[in-house]
């Protein structure tokens, strides 16, 4: 029972090494997801004998280019860096809550079940297309709804003294 306990306390900081040791296991992870869900699809498009159309290659195409283009980003930012005095730089955490990488994974995860649940039919691949709504959602949630509906600016309350002296120019106008 212990092991399922909150942690009390502020979470402890993680060091370079542990950040580079988890930065690697998840790219590995992420690689080996890629891997099966190709190895998934053309085995059982293989074994199965369906047909290759140009529907189904132009969107491995396509998926494909998703894989390349989130993996590489991702490996780009867990990339070690050395600096001019030696310090070696783990790259950005992979793992962080909220980032960019989570996106990213995000996006992975989608592709390939999207990928694999389009052996049992090609509509399937329509699930591709719940990419471009969640970003449209976050621009709205995140960007233009806040701007559109922020509150008016208020009005600089005026001092006391500013105040009395308005209301005397106020009683002055009515005479």
Known sequence: MEAFAKKK???GTRGSGQILRENTETLTFY????LGA???????MTLFGRNYFTFDISMFIVSSLIYICCFQFMRSMGQATVGEGGAASPGMDLNMEGGLAEHLKDLII???GSQA???LSGWLWLLLL???ARAALMLWTNIIAPWIFAPAEESEELSDKKQKKLDRKMKRSMR
């Open 130 to 132: 719940l990419a471009p």
């Open 9 to 11: 306390g502020k979470e």
């Open 31 to 34: 690689r080996n997801m890629i």
């Open 117 to 119: 649940l389009s052996l």
């Open 110 to 112: 989608l592709t390939a």
């Open 38 to 44: 190709n190895g998934l699809y053309f085995t059982i």
